[in-house]
């Protein structure tokens, strides 16, 4: 059974960092994509980041770009969104996602929430001004 749970999730100052985990159990094969997703309240979830754990491949959204990166540590089956110069409208519920039948192939739909198969629970990060 394939299982995610999402940690690291907490309140910080605007321009502060944080590390968001999250660990992966139940795959028995590495065709398959992490994906790190938000939503604000009121507003949709949104795709932040996504790696394709075969060959390392990743996607963001421009709202990230050179903020966030994304890293995957295949000893410890845990993917971590790490999140830097914070801002307050980066506040929302962060989750972590699976495609369990995924290969990089140049589009970016690891950032799609409709293809997730697999969610974990969100972790709230909160940015003050």
């Known amino acids: 059974e394939v299982q995610l749970q999402a940690s690291g999730g907490g309140l910080v100052q605007a321009g502060g960092s944080l590390r968001l985990s999250c660990a992966v159990s139940?795959?028995?094969?590495?065709?398959?994509?992490i994906g790190w997703f938000r939503q604000a309240p009121g507003e949709e979830r949104e795709g932040v980041f996504c790696?394709?754990?075969?060959?390392?491949?990743?996607y963001y959204a421009d709202s990230v770009k050179g903020r966030f990166t994304i890293s995957n540590d295949n000893a410890k089956n845990t993917v971590y969104l790490q999140m830097n110069s914070l801002k307050p409208e980066d506040t929302a519920v962060y989750y972590c996602?699976?495609?369990?039948?995924?290969?990089?192939?140049?589009?970016?739909?690891?950032?799609?929430?409709?293809?997730?198969?697999?969610w974990g629970q969100g972790t709230l990060v909160t940015v003050s001004s």
């Open positions: 790696i394709s754990i075969a060959d390392g491949v990743t």
């Open positions: 139940g795959f028995t094969y590495d065709d398959y994509a």
């Open positions: 996602a699976a495609d369990a039948f995924y290969r990089s192939d140049g589009s970016s739909r690891c950032l799609d929430a409709s293809g997730m198969g697999y």
